[in-house]
């Protein structure tokens, strides 16, 4: 049954880099509307496996399978050009950590978001400029900044611009690497009180790389925990920071500050 | 004590120790052996000193906590499912379904403002955001947490607010299960006695509770039996 079979199934994923490991032997799935929150320190292999798994480096070893729209478990490395095209630009997202990496910088607001959907094939105009307004709206930017470039934008406002660009496609899964990173703490609730509605509206699966136990704990379902590369501990997100099981995980824990 | 009418969830032979490998792998075994069966209507009480394992009982129930040994078998309509061994996304499904938990404090979000935060829980059930509004709005009247906070987050409000809002969480689904973790300690009279209203009308729905009461007079209103946790001390 389609209804069953996950949408992202991962198997003993590794990526080298000559003798270095970025990492290695992760394996997972990834269900409908499930949010996966990778945790771990710089160094852990975190950033390299999104990277890995949104296909824009290549693995050294093992598989990634992809639910494609007709309910078909596909190889991701093994889609033609066409179809890859179809998942990058339509039914994937991917939001950086730094919006200036996501967006393009000197076109308006209304063209970022309207860029994607010019490349599913919309053509209308006014169709466009509409959904783009709908859209800024969603993510609480004025209607009335759709001309700017987000040049002109405070950090916050970017991060929420590359939001819409992403979602405006209506996707099935988001890669995001530590979106609320390098905002100030103001700007990070209202980011991550966004994300967490728009997730759940849209039921969403992401999966979303992270240092922050705090944004694991309000965004995602489940965690998975990585050091030196590999994946060390992994659960419900509750369970696994309220009784972390692992000697590094219990240290990640217990060195959050708390207020 | 009637055996046959099926619990509607139990907990047999379960056993916890924690491990505190940032104290030199320090072993502290908490419970050992604790099997508790609570009937549909039931409300089972905890009881015991604090540091007996009461709590950490509760959220082993609910997932929390892993369960070391033994099982968690929580009835649904279709199947049993063992929340020891059962796959995270099961667990969610159960926690959306079956199983309501009040915690002892409320887990604040950011900008959500408390009347959210209770509607939210009933649409996650899968009632329609209106009706979900409703009894929202109801359970907020009747626990008296005032109007005019309703659209305000609680994170400024008092304990004994947060703590209704979050008791107004837990009680607006229609969970056959409810775990209670002192939903009454910040509690005034007026507050405690609206409580008792609560479980007492969850009761009446078949609703199966197991709860932590250290009020001995909430205790004595709504409990059908008290479990002393003491006897399941681990051997340390």
């Known amino acids: 049954m389609t209804q069953d079979l996950p949408l992202l199934s991962v198997r003993r994923l590794g990526k080298s880099y000559g003798a270095r490991t970025g990492c290695r032997d992760v394996s997972f799935d990834i269900h409908a509307g499930e949010v996966l929150a990778v945790v771990g320190e710089s160094g852990s292999g975190k950033s390299t496996l999104l990277n890995v798994l949104s296909t824009q480096l290549a693995p050294t070893t093992g598989e990634i399978h992809y639910r494609m729209r007709d309910g078909v478990m596909r190889d991701v490395f093994a889609l033609s050009d066409a179809e890859r095209r179809f998942l990058l630009r339509t039914d994937w997202g991917f939001v950086h950590q730094d919006p200036a990496q996501g967006l393009r910088m000197t076109v308006s607001a209304g063209a970022n978001v309207g860029e994607r959907l010019m490349a599913v094939g919309q053509r209308h105009y006014g169709h466009i400029r509409h959904t783009a307004v709908d859209w800024l709206g969603r993510v609480e930017i004025d209607a009335g900044r759709i001309d700017d470039a987000p040049r002109s934008f405070s950090g916050g406002m970017r991060q929420r611009l590359q939001i819409a660009r992403n979602l405006v496609t209506h996707p099935r899964l988001v890669f995001m690497d530590e979106p609320t990173g390098g905002l100030d703490v103001s700007v990070q609730a209202r980011l991550l009180d966004l994300l967490r509605g728009l997730v759940a509206d849209l039921g969403l699966s992401v999966v979303i790389v992270t240092h922050d136990l705090a944004v694991a704990r309000l965004l995602s379902h489940r965690i998975m925990v990585m050091r030196h590369g590999t994946v060390i501990e992994t659960g419900l997100t509750d369970q696994v920071l309220d009784d972390p099981r692992e000697p590094y995980t219990q240290l990640l824990v217990s060195s959050v500050l708390q207020v | ?236």
């Open chain 2, 1 to 236: 004590m009637a055996a046959n009418p099926a619990p509607a969830l139990a907990l047999e032979a379960v056993g916890k120790t924690f491990t505190m490998h940032l104290q030199g792998g320090l072993r502290l075994p908490v419970v050992h052996g604790v099997t508790v069966r609570v009937l549909p209507g039931e409300c089972v009480v905890l009881g015991g000193p604090s540091g007996a394992g009461k709590s950490s009982l509760l959220k082993i129930a609910y997932g929390n906590y892993r369960c070391d040994e033994g099982h968690v078998l929580v009835r649904e309509p279709d199947e049993i499912v063992d929340v020891a061994t059962a796959e995270p996304r099961r667990i969610i499904r159960l926690r959306r379904t079956t199983i309501g938990y009040v915690s002892q404090f409320l887990r604040v979000i950011p900008r959500v403002p408390a009347l959210d935060v209770v509607i939210q829980a009933a649409v996650e059930q899968g009632f329609v955001p209106d009706d979900a509004a409703t009894r929202a709005r109801t359970l907020l009247a009747r626990l008296n947490v005032p109007e005019r906070l309703w659209t305000l987050p609680p994170a400024t409000f008092s304990g004994g607010e947060q703590q209704r809002v979050n008791i107004a969480r837990g009680f607006v689904a229609d969970h056959p299960i409810l775990l209670l973790d002192e939903p009454t300690a910040s509690l005034d009279a007026r507050n405690r006695a609206a409580v008792v209203d609560l479980i007492r009308e969850k009761k009446d729905r078949g609703v199966a509770i197991l709860g932590i009461f250290h009020d001995e007079d909430v205790r004595d209103r709504v409990a059908d039996r008290i479990v002393d946790v003491t006897r399941f001390a681990s051997a340390a």
